[in-house]
């Protein structure tokens, strides 16, 4: 293990949307490297009266911050993959969990696990709403006698408005037939009275409205539209040098960029200015 396979392992990475394959112990073989590399900085740096002007122990240092740098750049690229092929083992999909490393492969059974474990537990809160409501008819039959009692307020119109008791009761001694022409003069009286209310309406207004409407209803038909405007989506994007390690970031175009030292990337131009301010990048010709 050294920087150079670190290097390459971030390169190929980056390149791939699938996980590549690695070795079991790959993770293992980065720590155990980067803690040789301490051990032997301590060595040198105990070799002189100061050490922070000794080019061996700069050279380490920077070997050693730079090896972390790249080892924490895979793992957050590998890690993105991961979950997304373990969403997809959860859901019964074809999931890549080829050449996991022993650490990956521990996390890919557990996040299967646990998003399958999350499914069950929010199916079964749906399903416990929909029984409670079946489990207990007290509930229905509550509702049902609320309705029943608030009902006759609303559609009887004579528990609003109680009976008036007649005027003048009909003599004794009146026969049906009395009664029967008393009954035909009211009924007689209801219509001449219903009568002269559907005469006197006007017919004109009605006609007039509706004309009014209809040249409404053929002005909004016969108006135009007003036209669309098409979204200019044309992103202007710059060609930089990143020089220094920035890490992943989320572009305007919604495009996730993961940004190290030394790489050479096309940015759109409103993610790659504040880069170039903040001397974290430099734009190329």
């Known amino acids: 293990m050294n920087l150079e396979e670190l290097r390459s392992v971030r390169n190929t990475e980056r390149q791939k949307d699938s ?3 690695l070795r079991p112990s790959f993770y293992q073989e980065v720590g155990e490297y980067i803690e040789a590399l301490e051990h032997e900085r301590d060595q040198v740096a105990a070799e002189h009266e100061n050490p922070f002007a ?16 790249v080892a924490e750049a895979i793992y957050e690229r590998r890690m993105g993959k991961l979950v997304k092929q373990a969403s997809l083992a959860a859901a019964g999909m074809t999931a890549d969990s080829d050449g996991l490393t022993s650490e990956e492969a521990t996390l890919f059974d557990d996040l299967v696990d646990r998003i399958e474990t999350n499914k069950e537990e929010i199916l079964s809160v749906l399903e416990g709403a929909e029984t409670t ?16 009692q608030a009902e006759p307020t609303k559609s009887d119109p004579d528990s609003a408005n109680p009976p008036v008791p007649p005027a003048d ?5 009146s026969g049906p037939n009395d009664g029967a022409a008393d009954d035909a003069f009211d009924a007689a009286e209801a219509m001449g009275a219903a009568s002269p209310s559907t005469e006197s309406t006007p017919a004109e ?8 409407a209809s040249d409404d209803s053929d002005a909004d038909a ?3 539209s007003p036209p669309a405007t098409d979204k ?14 920035v890490g992943s970031i989320l572009g305007v175009d919604d495009r996730e960029y993961t940004l190290a030292s030394d790489d050479v990337v ?3 131009e409103a993610n790659a200015d504040p880069l170039i301010e903040r001397d974290a990048a430099k734009p190329l010709e």
């Open 133 to 148: 409501v079946a489990d207990n008819p007290a509930i229905d039959a509550g509702e049902r006698d609320t309705a029943s």
């Open 54 to 69: 000794a080019p061996e122990v700069t050279r380490l240092t920077d070997e050693i911050e730079t090896s972390k740098d």
């Open 232 to 245: 200019d989506s044309a992103v202007d994007r710059v060609t930089v040098q990143i020089t220094a390690d």
């Open 169 to 173: 009761e009909p003599p004794a001694d």
């Open 205 to 212: 207004p009605s006609d007039r409205s509706t004309d009014e």
């Open 19 to 21: 996980l590549q394959e």
């Open 222 to 224: 016969s108006a135009p």
């Open 266 to 268: 096309t940015l759109p």
